[in-house]
């Protein structure tokens, strides 16, 4: 800019667009990172959402004047800290997040069909990732940061070109020069570094940027050698350094814009020299043009939003409305809107291209391919014409993706089969539902080896409202009235081994471990519920700390603890309860020589319990003995969790080592089948699913997601046959599968949500259902047995919520029309899982037995698969009846007709009527004297008609008090004749269920809500009233008749 040459942006105006242009809907995350946490291709906008590891998506221009609709991306398992848009594929998106990992998005021409799994997975990094940039000129090229390095990746080979020297503290930002040939840096170390990654990795260039490492961002103005950085000085004020790369020594300009402590975004468009600065959590929008010949930063305005800035981006020029001088449109992101604000220069006409304020802009064909780049290659990116007139129609795809496949499925898909694979992309968006809100959670999808579609109530599209669909799809969980919850718990121990389950119950009571030393557990009764007393409680004193703990199943009784001292002991608690406490136990097993992790009873066979340790053992133990028994080996790393069979036949183990392992403990001491298990080391459950046919893990992948994964237990080596991810916590989910209904119930200690899926033989395996939430976390969650549930209420589990001070039972009920009849298909027959079937000696010596069967239907209730059909019932009623009746309508009509009666003759000529042939004078002084009769004559109305209803009330009062009947006239006085009460309630005898009837249907359709009129509701009741004391006062009078002595 000339410093005598006016700039021709200096009249610039800055402006939010109208409210409609808005895009609503959606609620910006919060993440604390050194992204924009918004971006835009000329197609499309991404935005960090509320929900961790999603990203919001939406289209950057309206269909046809529209609603855009705001779909949801699933990335990654953490926050995603950063992300950015290929400049030239416009749907080629690259994600980084806290998990540590680079993942590169194919997205849909309508932003709605996202993919469900990314395209190239690059990493893990050995932090998380911070910051994105794809490179200005090669295609394919991605530069990282995360931590103290920066990495050069080749996209499309899916490798790393370089990885740059280390930097002395955390990135904050990094930058392609527009020729592509050189990165910027800045970093907490308060320097500013500038790379030649083809030359070699360590800086060519450094220099003390801003005084204070609070964050500072780095771009650069064009292919020129001039760069910006904002950051903060000495002062903690936020400043603008100018900076010239030849000399590198000091900056060439300096200029402070205000002592805001929010973070700056810089935003610079090439064409026009302008920067704009918006700061995190502020309304305020900086303008400045830069002159770096002078040097001078010129500001040219201000721009004042309604809301505060999350974050901001800018639009691709190519996207602008170039026709109505718009030279610039920032995206400002708030909590609940992405607001446009656009620049335009003020112009005479705004009908046709101003080539001054628009020169000629980089095109979207990129110059090289990343393998020319890196050889050397620096051909630019051929410029073209903003005229859109004159604009070039080619368009540029990523190799990698072709747009016209698509080799994942639509997002809402929650089961992945790998077969499937190959659907084509029309295919794949014809199984796409519509976006739903960005706050609602559900299960991401994740590639399994044999799976289908889930069907679930919360999903729209054609697939799932066609395929299979589970009948607990609306099971409905509630906690039941506090008069059942056990209160006033006090010292609890919530810091449980992730292999314990926080507590355990049985039918009749709770065991809760407590924070007293010595591991102190106490025996509650659920018979006696409400608030314990605030003295101290009767307790097990084990003498080491708990680490697991269960009930035997056979016996209520008993109780089996497991120590941290490699000791396992078993207490008798008395039939009453616990009176005081117990410091002996009944036996005491010995045998493991490390930490116990688990412990389990066997479902069949009487005095039988197994337990794993960190010895890397499985011990059978036999009780009547107090002897071990089996000691199954094979393990090489700890034991998450181990299972009985329903037939108590097989023991299955999941452990740390990556291995699902199936025993037949009587045959042999090693595993008799084993197959790949969860990837994540944070811990794994297991259970036996589907009648004893297949194995069913929760556990973790390698980028922490919480999964399901269901084995076919004949075949484990062969792998899962359904995978699927669940959501992100860092607990183990903690699985309950109800064997008569084949539902399985999910969720960890410190959770708030759990989630129930039907589990199916065949494909999709899981059926997802309707989950249960509550609104604080709870530190455990068991369910108590079949037999403690209301069939009558359809209630088909039960359990008991562990929260912070207290115990509260959740039913879970399916929802049925005919809860009068026993629901066969929900409650079939159920074990008798209490009584064993059979000894431990039978047990050990070969011996196998099943439970007998036991029905829940009570004896006075019929299944409903025998419950007589309904017979269809007529709608309408015959036309005799129409003739001997009057309709609803001629009733109200009649009625009103007889109010109206009553207050005049509505054929009476008005006085206005005789208002002829005078002047408008005269019309003005008549018109005044009708105005104030008529006030008149309303209040003296209003005020007669006070004076009647408190007569009417004192003479009913008098009446009943004297206990005689009402004269005529005093009737009268009460408000309402005899005849017009029956005439309004359109009855011609006093038949009190005929009153009834038709004063209830009267004051029904009068009501207001429905259109009707509050005053003739008034008279109906009035009626009704007169007519039951005419209906007294005749009961009255025969009573006077029947009690005169005969003469």
Known sequence: MNRFRASKFRHALARSQRKEAWIGDIRAGSTVSYGNQIKASCRLIAFNADSAGVLGVVPLDCQDGGKRAVSQLRCHSDTVTDFDFSPFDQLLLATGSADKTVKVWCLSENGQDLPACAGVILGPEGCQVDMLQFHSTADGVLASGAGRTVKIWDVAQQQSLTELESHGDQLQSLAWKQDGALLGTSCKDKKLRIFDPRAKPAASQSVQGHENNKDSRLIWMDASDYLLSVGFNQMREREVKLWDTRRFSGSLLSCALDSSPGAAIPLFDTDTGLLVVAGKGENLLYCFEVSPLQPALTQVNQCVTEGKTRGAALVPKLALDVIACE????????????????????????????????????????????????????????????????????????????????????????????????????????????????????????????????????????????????????????????????????????????????????????????????????????????????????????????????????????????????????????????????????????????????????????????????????????????????????????????AWSPDGQKLATVSKDGRVRLYEPRRSLEPEQDGPGPEGSRGARVVWACGGHYLLVSGFDSRSERQLYLYKADSLSAGPVAVGTVDVSPSTLIPFYDEDTSVVFLTGKGDTRVFIYEIVTEAPFFLECNSFSSSDPHKGFVFLPKTTCNVREVEFARALRLRQSSVEPVVFKVPRVKKEFFQDDIFPPTTMWWEPALTATAWLTGSNAQHQMLSLQPKDMTPVSEAPKDVPVRKYAPSSVYLEEKSDEQKKEELLSAMVAKLGNREDPLPQDSFEGVDEDEWARYLAQIVVLGAQVLGRAFALALRQEFAASRAMAEARGRGRPLSAAESRVAGISLQEAKQILNVSSLAPEEIQKNYEHLFKVNDKSLGGSFYVQSKVLRAKERLDEELWIQAQSQKEEEQKPET
Request: hydrophobic share 35%; glycine share 6%.
């Open 327 to 642: 030279v610039a449109r920032v995206l400002q992101l708030t909590d609940s809107f992405i607001v446009p604000v656009s620049y335009t220069v003020p112009r005479k006409s705004v009908q046709e291209f101003h080539e001054d304020l628009f020169p000629d802009s980089a095109g979207t064909l990129p110059s090289a391919s990343s393998q020319e780049w890196w050889s050397g290659d620096n051909k630019q990116v051929g410029k073209v014409s903003l005229n859109p007139a004159r604009r070039p129609k080619e368009t540029f795809t990523f190799s990698l993706f072709p747009h016209a496949q698509q080799e994942c499925l639509p997002h809402d898909s929650r089961w992945l089969d790998a077969g499937s694979v190959d659907l084509d992309r029309s295919d794949a968006s014809g199984l796409s539902s519509p976006s739903s809100s960005l706050t609602s959670p559900s299960m991401a999808l994740s590639v399994s080896t044999t799976s289908g579609f889930a069907s679930s109530s919360s999903q729209r599209s054609l697939q799932s409202i066609l395929g299979p669909s589970s009948k607990f799809r609306h099971t409905q969980g509630t906690v039941l009235h506090r008069d059942t919850h056990i209160t006033n718990l006090k010292g609890l121990n919530l810091t449980t081994p992730g292999e314990c389950n926080g507590f355990c119950a049985n039918r009749q009571r709770l065991a809760v471990p407590l924070l007293s030393s010595g591991g102190q557990i106490a025996i509650l009764e659920l018979s006696k519920p409400g608030r314990l007393p605030d003295t101290s409680i009767p307790t097990i004193q084990n003498g080491t700390p708990v680490a697991d703990f269960c009930w035997d199943p056979f016996d209520l009784q008993r109780l089996a603890v497991a120590g941290e001292d490699a000791k396992i002991r078993i207490w008798q608690i008395p039939p009453g309860g616990l009176q005081k406490t117990l410091l002996e136990p009944e036996a005491v097993l010995r045998g493991h020589t490390e930490k116990i992790y688990s412990i389990q009873f066997h479902p069949q066979a009487a005095n039988i319990l197994a337990s794993s340790s960190y010895d890397m053992t499985v011990r059978v133990w036999d009780l009547c003995t107090k002897q071990e028994v089996l000691c199954l080996k094979g393990h090489t790393d700890q034991i998450f969790s181990l």
